[in-house]
Structure formats: structure tokens, C-alpha cells
């Protein structure tokens, strides 16, 4: 991992930086133990200190990911050392449930990058299209799945309901489980796991057809749509949560925007970027 340092942590250790974005303390350990760190290419120790514009490399963990690789590419929005935001394929899982598995996005994503590490950060649903973040090395997984379970991620998504008005913003907070009933199923249960869906705003497309943008702050299985059908707006197109009889699901991950953690660059990547 290497990166440049920007000019809020000028004058911090290293120790001080990795502790900012709370990197857990095993892996701060590891680093304290650690003689491969460099700064400006010279031996370095978590307890020097840095300025604006150093280059810092820190080891990462050798370790590789699973995933067999596909032969086809996946379609990079965005890449750097550390991460990258891939689009997922309709009817694509995001990864495999077995090692035997091939053609998912992660079998995708470790044939396209250049790492043999590569882990999704986030999940999307099979049917549902858009962006997913990817970490490149096991340091910065830690540092995004701390961000995103921090709300420190924003996640965009826009889909298409059946209404004759548009959808006044609002927040539905309720909780999802399971459907003891219905083993694919999820709904909106009292014994569920908090769940919270920001509709912020909504435009008709054509009659009795309404879009809508979509923010998540948490991310459980099947929120959005269990969400959108528990106040009588199920996505068009849903044969599981609506009555559609085709899998033809009205609903895609738009954008996602959040700070790199360590050089605080603003990374926002949208579908329309392509």
C-alpha cells in the first residue's frame, strides 16, 4: 500500500494516521512489528513522522483471494493502488457461494485486475445492476468495511415503482429478517435487524411510473425492495416482493462517493460517468 500524505495529517506519525481511521489493532501491531515500512523510500517506523506530500508505503498482508478467474473482463468505473468500483451485470452474482463457482463478478473482477487479492466490500442483489467497491489489499478492506459500517460510504440507487404521484422523500426505518415462510424471501420484522432506507427524491417517468433516488444506511439483504414493497411501492419488475412475472427488476446501484482514508481525495464514481 502506498500513498501520498495529505496536508490535514501534516506533522502526524504513522502510528497517529492508522489510528485516525481506526485500523484495528491487530493489524496496527503487525505494522509496529513491521521493517518493510518506507517513507520517501527510506526505513521508516509507525512512530516517525510525516509531512504534506510525503510517499508513505506500508506492507500489506500477502494473502490471495479464491476466486477462480473467469476469462472475462469486468467493467472498471474506477482504480487505483488500493481499490477499485466495478460494475455488476444483471443476473450476476457478486460472488461465488463455492470455490467451484466461476461466473460470478468476483471470478470477473480477479481475472480483470492486476492483484491476487480482490474482496467486495459491499453486496448486490443477483438481479440488481450498478457499482460495487472492491478492496485491493486486506488493509484496505479493514479501512472501507470500518467506513461502511460507519455510514462514512454514500451509496446512490435509483428505481422504478409503480405510483400515480411522486413520492414525497422520506425515511422508512424498520427492520428486516427473514421469512420463515419463504427461505429467498426477507420482510419487515419486529425480530429483525435495523434497517434504514432514505428515499430522497422522486420524478414520474410516464404514467403511473415514478423514479426514485435512493440512499441506504445499512445494507441488509433485499432492503431496498423489502422496504419499497413494505409501504405499497414494490420495484417494477420484482417477481419475489411485487407481481411481476418476469425478472426484469427496476432497480440499480447509480453512484457511490466517500473519502479515500488515507490521502482524503473525494472519490465519486456514477453510472453516467460511461
Known amino acids: 500500500m502506498e500513498f501520498k500524505v495529505p496536508e490535514q495529517y501534516n506533522d502526524y506519525s504513522l502510528r497517529e494516521i492508522f489510528q485516525d481511521v481506526k485500523l484495528p489493532k491487530k493489524e496496527l501491531h503487525q505494522l509496529n512489528m513491521s521493517k518493510e515500512i518506507k517513507i520517501n523510500n527510506n526505513e ?3 512512530t516517525d513522522k510525516v509531512h504534506s506530500d510525503d510517499l508513505v508505503f506500508i506492507p500489506t498482508p500477502d494473502e490471495k483471494s479464491n476466486y477462480l478467474p473467469s476469462y472475462r473482463y469486468a467493467e472498471v468505473f474506477y482504480e487505483d493502488n488500493d481499490l477499485a468500483i466495478i460494475k455488476k451485470p444483471k443476473g450476476v452474482k457478486t460472488h461465488p457461494n463455492d470455490l467451484k463457482e466461476s461466473n460470478t463478478l468476483m471470478n470477473h473482477v480477479i481475472y480483470t485486475l492486476d492483484s491476487d487479492y480482490a474482496e467486495p ?6 438481479e440488481t445492476v450498478g457499482l460495487l467497491i472492491v478492496a485491493k489489499n486486506p488493509l484496505m478492506k479493514k479501512l472501507l468495511d470500518r467506513m461502511l459500517e460507519e455510514n462514512q460510504i454514500s451509496r446512490i440507487y435509483k428505481a422504478r415503482v409503480k405510483s400515480q404521484l411522486p413520492l414525497k422523500p422520506q425515511t422508512i426505518d424498520q427492520p428486516i429478517g427473514k421469512d420463515k415462510f419463504h427461505a429467498n424471501r426477507r420482510r419487515v420484522s419486529s ?4 434497517a434504514i432506507t432514505h428515499i430522497l427524491d422522486s420524478k414520474m417517468i410516464k404514467e403511473n411510473e415514478c423514479e426514485l433516488d435512493i440512499k441506504l444506511d445499512t445494507g441488509r439483504t433485499h432492503q431496498i425492495r423489502v422496504h419499497l414493497a413494505a409501504i405499497g411501492h414494490p420495484v417494477l419488475g420484482d417477481p419475489l416482493y411485487g407481481d411481476s412475472k418476469l425478472r426484469q427488476l427496476q432497480l440499480h446501484s447509480h453512484q457511490i462517493e466517500f473519502t479515500h482514508p ?12 460511461k
Open 44 to 46: 521508516a517506523k509507525l
Open 262 to 273: 488515507l490521502t482524503k481525495e473525494k472519490i465519486s464514481v456514477s453510472l453516467d460517468d
Open 121 to 126: 466490500i459491499h453486496r448486490l442483489d443477483q
Open 191 to 194: 425480530t429483525g435487524q435495523r
